[in-house]
């Protein structure tokens, strides 16, 4: 994100307060003086800010965290937050709630003091000393968290043709027709911005007590016509007696890719390099190590070998986060620690569960990146920290997965021919256990990594400690235990005069709020968020300052590129502009013609940067700001290093043509849940000369085990087929968004699973608020513009980890890897 800097002596530039870095990261910055100001960028998007005074009291540097317990605060919460025993509030003390009038007026600094630059800040936490090197807590002064950002690099692409059954809109719309399970269609899931999952090159660095290849011999010329492959001596087999290796040999660090190493010993290439991907990086470069003789004639006779166990990087160089410095108000001490707390008692096992994987003195540590993230090459999962990497491929894999691996390989060979399939799919599992060459590997050419050092995770631990107050033995439950189920909901008592039931008995009760009520008492919305209730807010017309309107896109942006989708069939799509499409859209339509949509437009670029205005606008008119908007300050990813592979949560825009609610239709988007909190906001719904609106269907989270059974029994109704078989051979009916629960569904998902759900007809000017874990799908019964974007609220980070966690076993059912660790949740909560 780039904002242009204004200059001081501009009297009519808006104002934004750099606040705090990142709630669980350590402030690497020398501290400003007193005289110094924040450094300010210009924001529109978020309004007018009050004028106050910021001649802080930097003495104070601790915040009340309970009786007896103190917090250290960030170097720029010190600048930020006026941290007096007057405005410090112990956490014993009931908070009071921040009203709507100053979630909706940032702060604003007094210009009357000199200004210290964000470049001068950011400039300053750059280096690897500063983030490595720096000074340890004491037992009574905790350092905040460190940032944890990790490195990633991608599986090895294995093509193979399809053979089971997988997403298609085709699956229905016959459904009196009998159609064979092991039917051949490819895969629609639900389209995302998936971040790329490549290997940035990596800057060289050398090692303590390594000699690094030269630049001459073997490492650098090309690859010599013989093909035959030689096995190398190992590192035992070159030692003298005392284990040394002997004076004749010495040990280098590989600092190029492997496609630099003479072809005799391409067998010993990693699958990156073998793949020649664009984009990709070496898994072993600045890793492995070779035993080359000594001399002029340098020769690699040993090896592969990798280095002890250090807590020094082996591959690269940390990088220190750059955080975020724009958010919607300054913070509270309440703002801070609150946030902190509940994290640090999600993240504490984890943590602990880490520091138990760094007891083994075999494990290595790999540096990591913080712009690029380190997935398992099989499941798709982010890692945490500890993984298993491969010595003959270079592949990752979680320990999950590694477990599972294990256990299919019976003991005493590497890897059986005949894999039992339970309820994981062969050609997956046959994928975990595929390396180079066409060989296979298994758990022996597997070593112990760890991309985070056991000196991070100890003052982590000490930190959770610190803000928990509980006792050091907590442990994750077993991984293949699942989350808890939700757990049933009741509305308040006292909000029970904002609930509205629609006609009929074929919708629970939800909250309708106007927007002026719910900003009112932001408590509110606290409470119906954790029990895990959508909410209609009305009234949002006003809040709007642009026409979100059809003739407004066709002036704007009238030659802008996007592309059109069926929305009853995914597969049929067509290049357009924005022009030919809106010409399209605002046509009478009939019942004959295609069904077509702008979905997640833009695709790909940021609506920040594609749409500046849009996006200010769609900002500002935001309930509840310190949640929803990308700079909420209770808004988790809002804190997420800028430098970083920063989820892409919108907003983006849904453009949709009318249609039919009924049997062989598929809606405007089909059932699926959202990998976030989610807000909503319909701007726009005409049919024909009428205003229309847009039909919601949304499950409560306890109602989705109930929901998934129907689907499956839909299913294997519709293949007459066992729906044992079809829970073994197909992937979560939710999670593939491949179905749309069309009217006469619904009857029977009521009459005989007693699952309502909530139904909803939005108009324009009306926000849902879905929370995570939330299935939900649209159906525009007139030509409808929404707009959305995704956010994590402190109540839901439970909910998203349940989800990513779903992702992660279907993952296990198919061929490869469909659904990305978009949220990166783990990263995102360090």
Request: a negative charge.
């Amino acid at each position: 994100m780039v904002n242009k800097k204004p200059t001081p002596t501009d009297p009519n530039h808006n104002i934004t307060i750099h606040t705090p870095a990142h709630n669980l990261t350590k402030w690497t910055n020398k501290m400003a003086s007193p005289h110094h100001l924040i450094s300010t960028t210009p924001t529109s998007e978020i309004g007018n800010y009050q004028e106050t005074d910021l001649r802080h009291r930097l003495e104070d540097t601790f915040t009340s965290i309970g009786p007896g317990g103190m917090l250290e605060l960030l170097e720029n919460e010190k600048i930020l937050y006026q941290a007096s025993p007057q405005s410090i509030l112990p956490l014993d003390q009931p908070a009071t709630t921040t009203t709507a009038t100053s979630q909706h007026q940032p702060y604003q600094p007094n210009l009357s003091h000199s200004m210290i630059s964000s470049s001068e800040l950011s400039n300053q936490t750059d280096t690897h000393s500063q983030l490595i090197n720096s000074s340890q807590p004491s037992a009574d002064q905790p350092e905040l968290f460190e940032n944890l950002s990790v490195d990633h690099h991608p599986p090895p692409q294995v093509q193979r043709k399809l053979t089971t059954i997988e997403n298609t809109h085709e699956n229905q719309q016959i459904p009196n027709q009998k159609r064979p399970i092991d039917d051949v269609y490819n895969p629609q899931p639900r389209k995302a911005s998936v971040p790329k999952n490549t290997r940035a090159k990596k800057p060289k660095q050398n090692p303590k007590n390594i000699s690094l290849i030269s630049s001459t011999g073997q490492s650098t010329g090309k690859a010599c016509k013989s093909t035959a492959q030689e096995e190398l001596q190992t590192f035992e087999e070159l030692c003298d007696l005392d284990g040394n290796l002997q004076s004749d040999y010495v040990l280098e660090l590989q600092t190029r890719k492997c496609t630099t190493l003479p072809a005799h010993l391409r067998h010993y290439r990693c699958s990156p390099c073998v793949g020649k991907q664009t984009g990709i990086i070496c898994s072993f470069m600045l890793i492995r190590q070779w035993i080359w003789t000594r001399g002029s004639q340098k020769k690699i006779v040993g090896g592969p070998t990798f280095p002890p166990s250090t807590t020094q990087p082996s591959q690269l160089s940390y990088q220190a986060p750059k955080f975020p410095t724009e958010f919607n108000r300054l913070p509270t001490s309440q703002d801070l620690v609150e946030l902190r707390r509940s994290l640090a008692t999600i993240l504490l096992p984890a943590v602990e569960n880490e520091l138990a994987w760094l007891e083994d003195p075999q494990v290595k540590f790999i540096g990591r990146r913080i712009d690029l993230v380190t997935k398992c090459d099989y499941c798709s999962a982010t890692l945490f920290g500890a993984a298993w990497l491969c010595s003959q491929c270079g592949a990752e894999a979680c320990t999950r997965c590694f477990e599972l691996m294990a256990e299919q390989i019976q003991i005493g060979q590497e890897v059986t021919k005949d894999l039992p399939q339970k309820n994981i799919h062969i050609h997956w599992l046959q994928r975990l256990t595929s390396c180079t060459q066409k060989v296979t590997h298994g758990p022996s050419t597997h070593v112990k990594i760890s991309h985070i050092t056991d000196r991070e995770l100890d003052t982590l631990r000490g930190q959770m400690l610190t803000l928990t107050s509980v006792e050091s033995n907590h442990t994750l439950p077993p991984s293949t235990s699942p989350l808890e189920d939700p757990v049933p909901y009741s509305v308040p008592a006292d909000l029970e005069r904002f609930l509205y039931q629609p006609e009929g008995d074929h919708s629970e009760s939800y909250i309708k709020i106007d927007v002026n009520d719910l900003e009112a008492d932001p408590s509110i919305f606290d409470r119906l968020w954790s029990a895990g209730l959508m909410i209609l807010v009305t009234g949002m017309s006003h809040r709007l300052r642009k026409d979100w309107t059809p003739g407004y896109f066709m002036k704007e942006y009238p030659d802008a590129e996007c592309q059109m989708i069926e929305s009853n069939n995914a597969q049929d799509s067509c290049p357009t502009t924005v022009k030919e499409f809106f010409d399209k859209f605002t046509k009478e339509s009939s019942d004959d013609q295609s069904v077509w949509k702008l979905r997640d437009w833009p695709p790909e670029a940021d609506f920040q940067s594609q749409f500046p205005d849009l996006f200010h606008d769609f900002e500002q008119a935001l309930p509840i700001p310190d949640i929803t908007t990308r700079f909420g300050i209770r808004n988790v990813a809002g804190h997420f290093p800028t430098n970083a592979n920063v989820p892409d949560l919108g907003p983006k825009m849904y453009i949709a043509m009318k249609n039919s609610d009924q049997a062989g239709s598929y809606g405007s988007t089909v059932l699926h849940m959202d990998v976030a909190d989610a807000v909503n906001i319909q701007t726009y719904a005409k049919l024909g000369d009428s205003e229309g609106c847009a039909l919601w269907h949304l499950y409560h989270a306890k109602d989705s085990q109930a929901l998934r059974e129907f689907l499956y029994q839909h299913q294997a109704d519709l293949y007459k087929t066992p729906v044992e078989e079809v829970k073994r051979r197909l992937d979560d009916p939710i999670h593939t968004t491949r179905i749309y629960i069309n009217a006469e569904m619904r009857k029977t998902l009521r009459e005989k699973y007693g699952v309502k759900g909530w139904e909803v007809k939005q108009k324009p000017g009306e926000a849902v608020f879905i929370p995570a874990y939330t299935a939900h799908q649209v159906c525009n019964l007139a030509n409808c513009i929404k707009v959305a974007a995704d956010f994590v609220s402190p109540h839901s980070i439970e909910r998203c980890i349940k989800l990513t966690e779903e992702y992660r076993v279907q993952n296990h059912e198919r061929r490869k890897p469909w659904r990305e660790d978009l949220l990166q949740i783990n990263q995102m909560l360090l």
